[in-house]
């Protein structure tokens, strides 16, 4: 109610009514509408430059003090949790690429068995190439280095496997653990 006006109890209530029966019909005007491109240039150049006081500021953060988020009190309980993790991992994930990305250019691949697999399961394509070719797992410090620089190309004979990063540094090809060089 507006401040300064005085009401009895009954003018109140029929207030309240009135409003609960306007709100509960009442469809806001720019439901289902949508602006121009030209409309929402405008819109936007009005508020460029436009600063909120700190009288506002506290206006606001006192009425929104206390509030709930709207999730809050809502919580799945951890049979659901899993239930919908295993429900959606996966191939059946909508976001599913098959087991395979490219991180900083270079390809990785799920494989969650993997000794040397980070956090999320996946491991390096390069490094599958090599222990494949090799038939042992790669040590943490051996480096593959590509030998065309292309991050994405795994072929074996572009590869070639430093004993440790420094050897790969300075491109030291003498501590060479595999040489894909001399394979192809």
């Known amino acids: 109610m507006a401040k300064g006006i005085k009401m009895s109890e009954e003018t109140k209530k029929k207030l ?3 409003r609960i029966k306007y709100y509960k019909d ?4 720019n439901t289902g509408r949508h602006l121009s491109l030209e409309t929402k240039l405008k819109i936007s150049q009005s508020e460029k430059g436009k600063t909120i ?3 506002h500021r506290r206006k606001l953060s006192k009425s929104l003090k ?3 988020p ?3 009190g809502k919580h799945h309980t951890n049979s659901s949790k899993s239930k919908i993790s295993k429900a ?3 191939a059946n994930n909508p976001r599913w690429k098959g087991g395979r990305r490219i991180r900083n250019g270079y ?3 799920l494989a969650k068995q993997h000794p040397h697999c980070g956090c999320e ?14 038939r042992r797992y790669l040590t943490r410090i051996e480096c593959v280095h590509h030998l065309n620089n292309i991050k994405s190309d795994n072929k074996i004979s572009n590869l070639v496997v430093f004993k440790d990063n420094s050897s790969h540094r300075k491109l030291n090809f003498d501590n060479l653990v595999f040489d894909g060089r001399v394979n192809s």
Do not use: F
């Not at 009442?26 to 005007?29: A, I």
């Not at 399961?121 to 090799?134: A, F, M, W």
């Open 53 to 55: 006081t700190e009288e």
């Open 16 to 18: 309240s009514i009135a």
């Open 70 to 72: 709207w999730i809050k």
């Open 121 to 134: 399961g996946y491991v390096s394509e390069h490094r599958l190439v090599i222990e494949k070719y090799l």
């Open 88 to 90: 959606l991992s996966g």
């Open 107 to 109: 390809v990785e691949i």
């Open 66 to 68: 206390g509030r709930a």
């Open 26 to 29: 009442h469809v806001p005007w």
